[in-house]
């Protein structure tokens, strides 16, 4: 079993706690068909090419993950890159609209990627996961269209009467004086954002979906979505396939059955032709 | 927020994406600081070989580093161990702490603190 990262320093007020769907991404991810899925498709060192001809080898792929709270699944994910992408020059990045997710993501990942890819001998130095920045956005909205090759989202998926709204640009500066009903409330609300997805789980994910096709590396790109039973994933894929031009969703993870149903599955977004 | 990082980021505002003054993000008022990581030739050539070179160029000029060369290095150039490490150090090792990022084409200004850039837009943006 691969170690979770450690998320000690994490103050859970206003952040995600690592739960079920957090280590169903990990399981799923470090599984022996997806990894060597992925290790496939960004494979780094294709046999048949000579040692030292670079141009042969892919070019580093840029990870995404979108809403990292934590931080544990990207820290996982860069940590593990050897495991999961057959390399280790991958380029993590993550964003959140929160910022306290953001600082917490970045410590998660840098004492993750540390503790897992330290060198076996002080002699052959081997290059360390870069994870590259954590920045607030609302999803992916500020990443340059086509540039993603693998975008991971656990979204807000509990269904709500409605999604809460997206924290505005100031609202996070420091308020040390604020009091303890107020910051209770302000908690509350960046708690809600991390689990309330408004009429069927979907509207975060919706938005999401939209920006696929946009976000992703056109050839190579590929998207981990995790949805609960309520988000009705059969007929999210559905809806993928109809996108055409050879998109594809596939159910690559799911929490077990109950009473017949699978409560939580992580499907994978893809195009071939 | 490493400096790569700026390959991949453009305008949060929808209108800006088709326009092409949307990218690279300019910085202002850059805060740097240093971070050592391993040096492998091989990790770092294949982030140069998907880099966007002329939006690297541009923010390399602002944030007052020595050139770059003028053309993306392939062939000879993607061996040359100098010119390796030089651009390790400031894709990889160089963070920016502090600073703005600012839009060509509408001039809205994204702040970063902490390392941290805030990409969250004012109501009369989204």
Excluded at chain 1, 2 to 31: K, Q, W
Excluded at chain 1, 240 to 267: D, P
Excluded at chain 2, 54 to 69: H, K, R, S, T, Y
Aim: aromatic residues 8%; contains cysteine; proline residues 6%.
């Amino acid at each position: 079993m691969l170690p979770t990262p450690c998320t000690s320093h994490v103050s859970f007020d206003t952040i995600y706690e690592p739960s079920e769907d957090s280590y169903l991404f990990l399981d799923t991810l470090s599984s022996e068909s997806e990894s060597t899925w992925l290790s496939n498709r960004f494979n780094s060192t294709p046999t048949t090419a000579p040692a030292n001809n670079t141009q042969s080898t892919s070019t580093s792929p840029l990870v995404v993950e979108v809403g990292t709270g934590s931080g544990v699944v990207l820290g996982f994910v860069a940590a593990n890159s050897q495991l999961i992408f057959g390399r280790r020059d991958i380029l993590a990045l993550g964003t959140d609209v929160n910022r306290n997710a953001c600082l917490a993501t970045r410590e998660t990942a840098v004492k993750a990627v540390r503790e897992q890819q330290t060198p076996a001998s002080e002699s052959v130095p081997t290059a360390k996961t870069p994870y590259i920045a954590s920045i607030m956005s609302d999803l992916c909205t500020p990443l340059r269209p086509g540039s993603v090759d693998v975008l991971l989202f656990n979204p807000p998926y509990v269904p709500s009467e409605e999604a809460p709204r997206l924290p505005t640009v100031t609202e996070q500066e420091d308020k040390k004086d604020l009091s303890r009903s107020a910051k209770f409330e302000q908690d509350s609300y960046f708690l809600s954002l991390t689990y309330a997805g408004g009429v069927d789980g979907m509207e975060t994910t919706d938005r999401l979906l939209e920006a696929i096709p946009g976000i992703l590396d056109p050839v190579r790109g590929v998207a981990y979505v995790l949805l609960c039973k309520q988000n009705r994933p059969e007929e999210v894929k559905d809806r993928i396939r109809g996108w055409g031009n050879g998109w594809k969703a596939e159910t690559v993870g799911n929490s077990g059955k109950q009473a017949g149903w699978e409560k939580l599955v992580i499907v994978r977004v893809w195009r071939s032709e | 927020m490493k400096v790569v990082t700026a390959n991949f980021m453009t305008c949060a505002v929808k209108g800006c994406k088709a326009s092409p003054a949307s990218f690279p993000l300019h910085f202002h008022d850059a805060e740097l600081e240093l971070q050592e990581l391993d040096f492998q030739a091989e990790f770092i050539q294949n982030i140069i070989r998907r880099l966007d070179w002329d939006g690297l160029q541009v923010i390399v000029n602002e944030l007052g580093f020595p050139g770059i060369p003028d053309t993306k290095p392939e062939g000879d150039t993607l061996n040359d161990e100098q010119i390796l490490r030089d651009l390790h150090r400031l894709l990889l090792e160089t963070q920016v702490m502090e600073g703005k990022l600012k839009c060509g084409n509408c001039g809205h200004e994204y702040t970063i603190k902490e390392g941290i850039a805030n990409f969250l837009l004012p109501s009369h943006l989204v």
